[in-house]
């Protein structure tokens, strides 16, 4: 698993956003529902991830009262991307004090739904998506990794392995599967993907042509570097 967390039958994972949002001192202005939809799928592709399907969602509040109703319109917009019913949400806003800049986490608690592949190099690996963060994510929607073929691709297995890239770039999670590796790519694999524009997608060979029917943008195949 990427950063899940195993507890008990259940797969957790998280994911937050901070001064960005509605307020007037956040870093980057954006509606509270696009802050929850973006933070709430990088949450959900790190179930996928697990190979697991949320059950329960757990949201941390931090903007106020008025947020939550547009934070959970942002997480339900996730579910129906994908054409899931939304589990129900649950959690708390902080109320006490007022803070000068949009905050929330979403946590999910999900099934286990097949294992999960430990041998990662059987699988050709493609990226699907370009490194975006902060304001480009407003401005290039188009290309940040969708959900609704990830999810069809994953569901139909004809991709064995989700992988988001984060923060610390492609190159960083390239790290994390093969070791000290370097990754051959047309992207900038140092660049943060913010909320997981771009997404490793591990896929079989005998797969790869009907992969390529499903992802027709910003998909692009990887491999090492030569030493």
């Not at 933070?39 to 179930?47: I, K, W």
């Not at 699988?123 to 990830?150: M, S």
């Not at 991709?159 to 990754?183: A, D, M, Y």
């Not at 660049?191 to 692009?220: D, M, T, W, Y």
Request: proline share 5%.
């Amino acid at each position: 698993m990427r950063n899940a967390i195993k507890v008990g039958e259940l797969i957790a994972t998280t994911d937050n956003a901070a001064a960005i949002g509605e307020k007037p001192q956040d870093v980057v202005s954006a509606s509270d529902k696009l802050t929850a939809y973006l933070t709430a799928r990088v949450t959900f592709l790190e179930q996928l991830a697990a190979n697991a399907l949320p059950r329960h969602i757990l949201l941390a509040n931090f903007s106020g009262d008025a947020a939550w109703s547009r934070y959970v319109a942002g997480i339900q917009q996730v579910f129906d991307e994908v054409g899931l019913i939304c589990p129900l949400i649950d959690g708390s806003t902080e109320s006490n004090m007022s803070t000068l800049q949009s905050g929330l986490s979403i946590t999910m608690l999900g099934e286990q739904q097949k294992s999960t592949p430990t041998k990662h190099e059987q699988f050709t690996w493609y990226t699907y998506g370009l490194p975006l963060v902060g304001n480009e994510v407003l401005a290039q929607p188009e290309d940040i990794a969708q959900l609704k073929p990830i999810f069809q691709a994953w569901k139909e297995e004809i991709v064995q392995q989700v992988w988001p890239v984060g923060s610390k770039g492609l190159q960083s999670e390239f790290t994390r599967l093969f070791g000290e590796e370097q990754v051959k790519s047309s992207l900038d694999v140092k660049k943060s993907a913010g909320p997981c524009a771009v997404v490793l997608l591990g896929i079989h060979p005998e797969k790869e042509q009907l992969a390529q029917k499903i992802f027709p943008r910003n998909f692009e195949k990887l491999s090492k570097a030569a030493l």
